[in-house]
């Protein structure tokens, strides 16, 4: 019987994984907005990648913690 | 009625507007670029900007791509405050040497391609490192790199394409978005970590479940226990924690509220659980404790859901610019505008607002004080004159003395009085919560009751009594009475927002259906905002026409403007103009000689007589055409499409008024819509009020449907308040909803659906009812055991939940 209270605490510790991930999900900003992405998908490269070709710089997209 | 009536149906390719309407003079407006056409230079400019930027993908995103720019012309330094590094400094959400960014708020943000394009600001500012954007708050964020570009231009840029970012003192107080964004990440967090330890505990007390408390092992049981209230301290403390605050807050205030009786209900939940696994006595109702405060949250995050949507709490230094220009010396500089002085001179120009009462410096202005008095034609002010904050200035630009503080104006004045009228009333937009408030009271009466006459009926036997006690206290605890009314409603008002209808909270549905009689005001309500302009007269030639317009647009006159059109690119030459301010103007144009104005001024043109009454007063100018009498411009005020209907349909269920700040003028168009009685015309903001107070005496309860702060002081007055508007940006206070004018035809609809949305909350409370009763029964003859609580407690809420959202989907579909 001892290896089923390992096993329930071994499944149990993975959940718990899986919910740090949730709220590390949540607090970095996934679920701040969850319609435009959305919208975002369906937007098609063509244009960037003539724009990245044209421009001289490139900038790195988003800072990672400014707020 | 006009020669020139070329009624084509073009629609403009930048905005989609027929490119003939604004005016009903059908004069040849439509413009033709890159073979395209367009309604207005405004939109021709965006479409180049947009050409040359290779950025026409625009058009194909969406079909409701492109802001119309005929009702929002750019004014050159409207941004200019930007410049000033104290207001930018309080804007900015970060600020660094290469990086600052901004949140902006957009009101004209709507579809994919508005997204598509605003995060393509890079391709048009070079200085902009990233742009952001969250289509439901309507904000775009903003990263530029300050060195290459400035605030002031990364503004200047987004409203070059149609998408003004909103610049309003609040920016600089109110919440910023950073802060909403965290409540609401919070939420996610709390709902995370409920439905963790709700599915995990679910499935230890499972085994017990199907086995039978003999049929596990006494180690194995005793770790499931363990880890079953480890997993429930977690939801207890943190998960649960908005419904401790609540309560607490309430009971500090000697008050109950509806979250006292579901504290109560979790903390004896947890606390008879906890209770029954130390003592050995049973293995307690962690599993529907957690599942219980999983479905609570779901609840609260509809009610967050809603408030987000939308926020409407705006004070009346919404409605002020950020900026004003002053005089100083030689110097025109824009400064913040609460660095304004008494005695500044400040320069005020077309279609900008009066910052504070002053006195007018120039020998003569148009004021629009529709705004106030919800008298749509302009006031004309002649020097030394006072001028009142929250008019509106017309055409020419203005020079004004300052006369008052900001905060001191007759306009905060009116907002004040409007607020405190509505505390004084008792703040109806609680109302809800106060009646939801009541009936916590009452509950948590009843159950403590029944709990203690239960408990009475054991009572020799005490662990048997206590037994009783806290399982009628957990059965009674009103899950589903707290989901049922903020679900419904919350999804009720989420559905209202896709057919441009915005509540302020969801306590206005219920109050929308208790109206009996509906107030309207006319301005811009029922009628268009802007008057249309129609020609009467003899028929005139193309040149003519062509004359006329040219003249009419060399004046900056209200009337000549609005015969002129936003139409600005005449090649004609026009000389000898010559303007009589106040009077009318005159000059020579494609070989005609034009003079267009009052009367008088015509009279001394040519030699005809005009007489005036036989047009009535909607004579807007008159006009002579090389010395003879043409005809007459009137004002034609236009019902919106299908008011007529709407109002008919709604006579048959309310009283209808309609009350209006303007002249009789407009009514002949609206009488056979209301009928004589019905009509009331010259109505100042204070006989409005008393005429809503005398309906409400009746024993009415009164809908008032207006168009802003003219109306303020009514609105508050009334029981619910409808703003409507051709632009969610304006700001609309004292109102409890806000819909599109292009919806104003669906209120009949709208009455309708808040009827079945309260239908639907009852049908609800119904089967919680009958749950709880069923719970009560079990509780009461001792039989309420972890089981049959796990499965009540979650059939309950999920009934409630599919029933409410359900409803308010299916019933909204016949809004449209």
Redesign the interface.
């Known amino acids: 019987m001892n290896i089923i209270i390992l096993l329930v605490l071994s499944s149990v510790l993975v959940a718990i994984a899986f919910l740090i991930a949730f709220l590390w999900a949540t607090s970095s900003g996934q679920y701040d907005d969850v319609h435009t992405p959305a919208m975002r998908i369906l937007f098609e490269d063509r244009v960037k990648a003539e724009a990245e070709s044209l421009s001289v710089t490139n900038y790195p997209s988003e800072p990672d913690h400014v707020n | 009625m006009d020669s020139l009536g070329r009624m084509t149906k073009l629609a403009c390719a930048h905005c989609g507007e027929p490119c003939d309407t604004g005016s009903a003079l059908g004069q040849p407006k439509t413009i033709y670029f890159d073979g395209k056409p367009f309604c207005c230079t405004g939109c021709r400019t965006v479409y180049e900007i947009l050409a040359q930027h290779?950025l026409c993908?625009y058009y194909q995103?969406d079909t409701d791509a492109g802001i119309s720019m005929r009702k929002r012309p750019l004014r050159e330094d409207e941004y200019a405050v930007l410049d000033d590094a104290a207001t930018e400094r309080r804007l900015l959400?970060?600020s660094s040497a290469t990086?600052n960014?901004i949140i902006w708020t957009v009101p004209s943000l709507h579809c994919?391609s508005c997204?598509?394009l605003l995060?393509r600001l890079d391709?048009l500012d070079?200085g902009v490192?990233?742009s952001?954007?969250?289509?439901?708050?309507r904000t775009v964020t903003v990263?530029y790199?300050p060195q290459r570009t400035t605030l002031r231009q990364v503004a200047e840029t987004m409203a070059s394409i149609g998408y003004s970012p909103l610049l309003r003192l609040e920016d600089l107080t109110g919440e910023s978005p950073?802060m909403k964004?965290k409540t609401?990440?919070g939420m996610?967090?709390r709902i995370?970590?409920a439905g963790?330890a709700a599915?995990?505990t679910m499935m230890?007390y499972i085994a017990e479940y199907f086995a039978g408390s003999a049929g596990v092992?006494r180690?194995?049981m005793f770790?499931?226990r363990v880890?079953s209230i480890a997993?429930s301290v977690p939801v207890l403390v943190y998960c649960a924690s908005p419904w401790w605050i609540g309560a607490r807050a309430a009971l500090k205030g000697r008050r109950i509220n509806l979250d006292v009786p579901v504290a109560l209900g979790i903390a004896v939940l947890f606390a008879r659980s906890v209770f029954d696994i130390v003592t050995g006595h049973g293995s307690g109702y962690l599993d529907s404790f957690n599942g219980l405060i999983f479905f609570l949250l779901i609840g609260r995050l509809f009610q967050q859901k809603a408030f987000d949507a939308l926020s409407f709490d705006r004070t009346y230094r919404s409605f002020f610019p950020l900026s004003v220009r002053i005089q100083r010396g030689e110097v025109t500089a824009v400064v913040p505008i609460e660095q304004l002085k008494i005695g500044d001179i400040l320069s005020v120009r077309n279609a900008e607002v009066v910052p504070c009462d002053s006195i007018l410096a120039s020998e003569i202005g148009y004021i629009d004080y529709s705004f106030v008095t919800g008298e749509s034609v302009p006031v004309e002010c002649t020097k030394d004159e006072m001028v009142y904050s929250g008019g509106k200035v017309m055409g020419r630009a203005v020079r004004l003395i300052a006369a008052r503080n900001v905060s001191h104006s007759e306009l905060a004045a009116m907002w004040d009085r409007s607020s405190e009228r509505k505390n004084a009333a008792g703040d109806r937009t609680t109302r809800y919560l106060e009646l939801s408030d009541k009936f916590g009271q009452w509950f948590t009466a009843v159950a403590l009751l029944i709990a203690a006459a239960g408990a009475a009926v054991w009572l020799p036997d005490w662990p048997k009594a206590f037994s009783i006690f806290t399982a009628v206290l957990i059965i009674a605890c009103p899950c589903a009475l707290t989901l049922a009314a903020p679900i419904t409603l919350g999804s009720a008002m989420g559905r209202l927002g896709r057919f441009g209808i915005y509540l302020k909270n969801m306590g206005v549905l219920l109050d929308l259906d208790r109206i009996s009689s509906i107030v309207f005001d006319k301005t811009g309500t029922l009628t268009a905002a802007e008057h249309d302009i129609a020609f009467y007269g003899r028929a005139l030639e193309d040149r003519e026409w062509h004359a006329i317009l040219r003249i009419a647009h060399e004046s900056t006159h209200p009337v000549s403007r609005a015969i002129a059109g936003e139409h600005d690119s005449f090649l004609l030459e026009a000389d000898h103009v010559q303007e009589v301010i106040g009077k009318g103007i005159s000059g020579h144009a494609a070989g005609h000689s034009i003079a267009i104005g009052s009367s008088e001024f015509i009279a001394a043109h040519c030699d005809a007589e005009i007489s005036e009454s036989q047009l009535g007063n909607s004579v807007a100018a008159a006009v002579a055409i090389d010395g003879e009498y043409a005809g007459v411009f009137t004002f034609r005020p236009a019902v919106r499409e299908g008011v007529r209907e709407m109002i008919s349909k709604l006579r048959e269920d309310y009283r209808i008024q309609l009350i209006s700040g303007d002249s009789e003028r407009d009514r002949p168009l609206l009488e056979p819509v209301f009928g004589i009685d019905h009509l009331r015309f010259n109505c100042r903001p204070d006989d409005k009020i008393e005429r809503i107070m005398e309906a409400r005496e009746g024993g009415d309860a009164v809908l008032m449907v207006g168009d802003g702060l003219n109306d303020a002081g009514a609105m508050g007055e009334a029981d619910v308040a409808i703003a409507v508007t051709d632009d969610t940006a304006t700001l609309v206070p004292a109102c409890d909803v806000i819909m599109n004018a292009a919806s104003i035809t669906k209120l009949p609809a709208l009455l309708r659906y808040a009827r079945s949305m309260k239908h639907m909350i009852w049908t609800s409370l119904v089967f919680s009812i009958f749950y709880n009763a069923l719970g009560l029964t079990l509780a009461i003859i001792g039989e309420l055991s972890p089981l049959v609580a796990a499965i009540l407690m979650p059939v309950s809420s999920l009934t409630v939940i599919a029933i409410s959202v359900g409803g308010a989907r299916r019933l909204s579909r016949r809004l449209a």
């Open positions: 290779d993908e995103r959400a970060f990086l960014r994919v997204v598509w995060e391709r070079a490192l990233a952001t954007v969250d289509i439901m708050r990263d790199d950073a964004r609401s990440r996610y967090a995370g970590i963790f599915g995990n230890m092992e180690p194995l770790a499931f880890l997993l």
